[in-house]
């Protein structure tokens, strides 16, 4: 079985992980059977987050219904010490688990939220505090901007990151990833197939299994997707004529239309959280709808009304995207949603 050993953590693991994203949209049981499934298998990796509604719950449950060990990572978007605390706390309960591997700070967007994670009374410290109290074992980061990302790497507060990596997002190979190797934190691989967008999954998981030093994370809901990508991993990584001409496809198909969440197209005057604008219809597919129901959602559609089509954003881009025009298609395509659930 191919493993991997995170960073200075100590932790190894198969290096083809369960994302807990998708398991949220299907039924209990399938959820479970499908944990389950994988973990008969060979995975013994399972990551997800207090934001992904009943994910844990789910993966407590599989869990209690197996003696097959699994390394378990979860996160969490409180910034405060106490926050995170009481997240750590539910996350316990909802795993059904009295330790948990390694513990993440969730999608730290910028520097001012990072200031707010590394302050004497931020996340980090609760971190510090439950692995000292010995219900975590390791601490890590997530996020989408890959200059926040090597600033965490070269300052060494976490012991792990994790990062978008696919063949429509490859930046991460050219600094944030050697660096990490380099100073030996772990790396977590997040949207291989850039949150479901990719829909060529053979060529696309092959594509991130040849970068070293990763540990590879899929959203997987269904026992027959996970036997295709598990029988992936286990293959040979190289790459057929036709896998490579539809990658160079798929790159030519979104190119000027895919955001990378890089954020570079921040602040905007409307207040308006890009990146999430942007990604809706790829959120809600990975989700299910009722994301849409989340307050945090709400307010990042109410403000997206708001947008004025000031061109700021676009300026700032360096993808070229017409923002304004992708934010109002993606608000009437919700719109649309919202209005059918009613």
Known sequence: MKKIVLGKTGIEAVRFGFGGIPIQRVSERQAVEVVLHALEKGMNFIDTSRMYSNSESRIGKALSETDKKAVVATKSFNRSADGIQKDIETSLKELRLDYIDLYQCHAVGNEEEYRRVTAPDGALSGLLKAKEQGIIGHVGITSHSLDLLEKIVDDGLFETIMVCYSFLEPAAGEKVIPKAREKEVGILAMKPLSGGVITAAEAALKWVFTCPDLLVLAGIEEKAYFDQNWKVFLGDYRLTGEEDRKIRGIITEFDGKFCRRCDYCLPCTAGIYIQ??????????????????????????????????????????????????????NLDWVNALIKQKR
């Not at 597919?285 to 307010?299: E, S």
């Open 276 to 329: 999430f604008a942007l990604g809706v219809r790829s959120m809600v597919r990975r989700m299910g709808q009722r994301i849409l129901d989340q307050p945090m959602f709400q307010d990042i559609w109410e403000k997206a009304g708001n947008c004025t089509e000031c061109g700021d954003c676009m300026d700032r881009c360096p993808y070229e995207l017409p923002i304004p025009e992708m934010i109002r298609e």
